[in-house]
């Protein structure tokens, strides 16, 4: 509850706006000028200097005026571009605005002749914009600027604060030294540094708060907003090296992203997960159920992989955290090195590689094959056994492969109905099953045995699929003749030293897990699991989660949105219509999806609404998490 009259004083350049007037005024006016750039860089510049307080800002002013060469009609065009680059999060809360349209003024040190029109629109008159105003020659040519305005000198804004004798406390919303310094001379009571558009040390130093956005203002403020949580309040964690590409995008929406090089151990992640909202992990980093119980906040977890068996997936869903991955993105960068390694091992090149740089030539062709009209033996096949099918036919293997699912041949591959049929006949058997527990220690010394002689063994999907023991002493025996390894069953949390039994065997590939690491890889995922959390977050769509009931959300305008998570027990659905009907709540549309142990139900309402009814929903027994929206 407001108790005490409050005035909202903005600035305008850079806070209601994305950009500096008189930086677009030059565009506008340099446009054919050869020296355009040179004279546009001035002109930032000591608009720059005049914010950080280096000169004065008569003499800023004094000085770009000159530079600029304006004339009338180029305000026409100016007040055309600013009227796109209204600040969003300004824009998105358009009703405070309206509603507080009493209480709110404008204190430029740009001039009223655009200022006016720009926020005329918010509902602010002219006689509420205090700013300077332009001196115009005979043929319309800006020549200068009214003197007088206490708004050209240096700290003109407190002075102008201070003669119109506000009543009630002043809250300044601004970006630069003109702003900061009227709460500094005691002429507002709090400033707010606004850091949408630009971040300069020195205010938010001086800011009683720091705005990202105008949501974060609003929020404080405890106003009414058109997002409930302003979104540099959800904090997202990013680990093992996650492609920067996810951090920009993530960012740019409006999160607060740390993003930390290497994986953490179950007691660092329980230590940092208290205040995370969304963390973004890959192969490397256990998420477990003491995990998850420690985050008292978190909403989502997203693999920047394939595998999400690293995930207590059952306890993210009990707690109502939903799980994505990216389950494409990486797939060709794995075929392309099983592709590669398929070669290098059928012709020893990594055998003769390691004699020539130990200083011995070895030329033979002794156990050096080609790889067309071998026999490859695809044990999964899922998104990558399938790829690897395709390609490999193109170099002219002969495909056969074995899944435990039904699956559709591609080309000319042949489906073998048990693993030994294919082990039998493979001249390179590699493995993509998939992650599940239940494959621990699938291929073994009973494996090897079926496997013919001389043949070649890879493994890029998990270290705990194949027992290192049998295979090493496959190795050693000579019963095959190569393998190239990529995962192994115990792997480190960061680059640094590692053991296994299989360094030192002749004809065998080691590898640190990099199937997937590749710049075009991580890159597609650092796009696509990013929007697959900003599409939960900011609207609730949980198409392709990976333990919760997907639902793709239809885009609304001006409703509000809630979010109910709940566990799958009877009745939970008929308590919350019953509770939306006592408030007498329009529903303009719910959705509903279960699977035996949860339920998600979003429901969609007019706008406005008795906020009580959130408590009350929050308390339908059986609530996992409930969030509005909007
Ligand atoms: N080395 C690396 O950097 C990377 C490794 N991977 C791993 O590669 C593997 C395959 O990935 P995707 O093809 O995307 O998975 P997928 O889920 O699309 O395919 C796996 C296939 O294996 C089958 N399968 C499971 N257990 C089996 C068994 N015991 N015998 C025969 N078939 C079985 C499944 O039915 C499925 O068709 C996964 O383990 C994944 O984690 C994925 C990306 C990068
Ligand atoms: O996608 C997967 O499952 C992988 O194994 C790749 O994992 P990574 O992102 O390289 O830790």
Redesign the pocket.
């Known amino acids: 509850m407001i108790t005490t009259k409050r005035n909202y004083v903005f600035d305008f350049d850079s806070t209601l706006t994305r950009v500096e007037a008189l930086d677009v005024l030059a565009e506008i006016t340099l446009k054919n000028n050869p020296k355009k750039d040179e004279i546009i860089q001035q002109i930032i510049d000591i608009t720059n200097l005049g914010i950080d307080g280096e000169i004065s800002f008569t003499e800023s002013l004094r000085r770009r005026i000159a530079l600029l060469n304006a004339n009338k009609a180029d305000l026409s065009e100016l007040i055309k571009q600013l009227r796109k680059q209204v600040s969003s999060s300004i824009e998105r809360n358009k009703e405070f605005f309206q509603e507080f349209k009493d209480d709110i003024y404008v204190i430029s040190c740009g001039f009223k002749e655009f200022i006016d029109p720009i926020v005329a629109e918010y509902n602010i008159p002219s006689h509420r914009v205090f700013a300077n105003t332009f001196e115009f020659g005979e043929s319309g040519e800006i020549i200068g600027f009214d003197a007088k305005n206490v708004l050209s000198h240096h700290n003109g804004k407190i002075e102008c604060l201070r003669n119109m004798h506000l009543e009630g406390e002043i809250q300044v919303i601004g970006d630069g030294y003109s702003d900061y310094v009227t709460r500094e001379a005691g002429v507002a009571d709090k400033f707010f540094a606004y850091t949408e558009n630009v971040s300069r040390k020195k205010t938010t130093e001086k800011a009683d708060h720091i705005a990202p956005n105008f949501d974060e203002f609003l929020y404080i403020n405890k106003l009414p907003r058109n997002i409930s949580y302003p979104k540099n309040r959800i904090k997202i964690l990013l680990l093992e090296n996650v492609h920067p590409d996810a951090f920009k995008k993530l960012s740019t929406d409006g999160f607060s992203v740390e993003s930390i090089s290497k994986s953490l151990s179950e007691e660092e992640l329980i230590e940092k997960i208290k205040d995370v909202h969304v963390l973004g992990i890959r192969?490397k980093t256990d998420v477990t159920r003491k995990v998850i119980e420690a985050a008292e906040k978190l909403m989502v977890v997203s693999a920047f992989?394939?595998?999400t068996?690293q995930i207590d997936l059952e306890a993210c869903k009990e707690h109502g955290v939903v799980v994505f991955n990216a389950?494409?993105s990486?797939?060709r960068?794995?075929v392309e090195?099983a592709i590669g390694e398929i070669i290098m091992l059928m012709r020893s090149t990594f055998q003769r590689s390691t004699e020539i740089h130990n200083g011995k030539w070895n030329k033979t062709a002794d156990g050096s094959k080609e790889v067309r009209g071998k026999k490859l033996g695809i044990?999964?096949?899922?998104?990558?056994?399938?790829?690897l099918s395709i390609l490999a036919e193109a170099l002219g293997m002969d495909v056969c492969y074995?899944?435990?699912?039904d699956?559709l041949s591609l080309g000319n591959a042949t489906k073998m109905y048990s693993?030994n049929e294919l082990l039998a006949v493979s001249d390179v058997v590699t493995?993509?099953?998939?992650?599940?527990p239940?494959?621990r220690n699938?291929f073994g010394e009973n494996e090897f045995a079926q496997m013919k002689d001389g043949a070649h063994f890879i493994n890029?999907?998990?270290g705990f699929?194949v027992d290192i023991e049998a295979l090493v002493a496959a190795l050693k025996s000579g019963k095959l003749a190569g393998a190239a390894v990529?995962?192994y069953p115990s792997e480190p949390a960061k680059n640094g030293e590692f053991y296994t039994e299989l360094q030192g065997l002749p004809n065998v590939i080691l590898?640190p897990?990099?199937?997937?690491?590749t710049e075009e890889?991580q890159k597609d995922i650092a796009d696509f699991v990013p929007n697959k959390i900003m599409a939960y977050i900011n609207s609730g769509n949980t198409v392709d989660a990976v333990n919760f009931p997907n639902i793709r959300l239809p885009r609304q305008v001006n409703v509000h949105r809630f979010l109910h998570i709940h566990k799958n027990v009877p009745g939970v659905m008929a308590k919350i219509n019953k509770i939306l009907a006592k408030y007498d709540l329009n529903i303009n549309g719910q959705y509903l999806s279960t699977d035996p142990k949860v339920g998600y139900v979003i429901t969609d309402l007019d706008k406005e609404y008795n906020k009580e009814v959130i408590e009350k929903l929050r308390n339908v027994e059986g609530t996992i998490k409930f969030r509005v929206l909007y």
Do not use: M, W
């Open positions: 192969s992989c394939i595998g068996k389950p494409y990486n797939t960068s794995v090195l044990v999964g096949y899922g998104n990558i056994g399938k790829q074995y899944d435990i699912e699956k693993l493995l993509h099953v998939d992650d599940n239940a494959n699938f890029l999907a998990r699929v990529d995962v590898t897990h990099v199937g997937g690491s890889a």
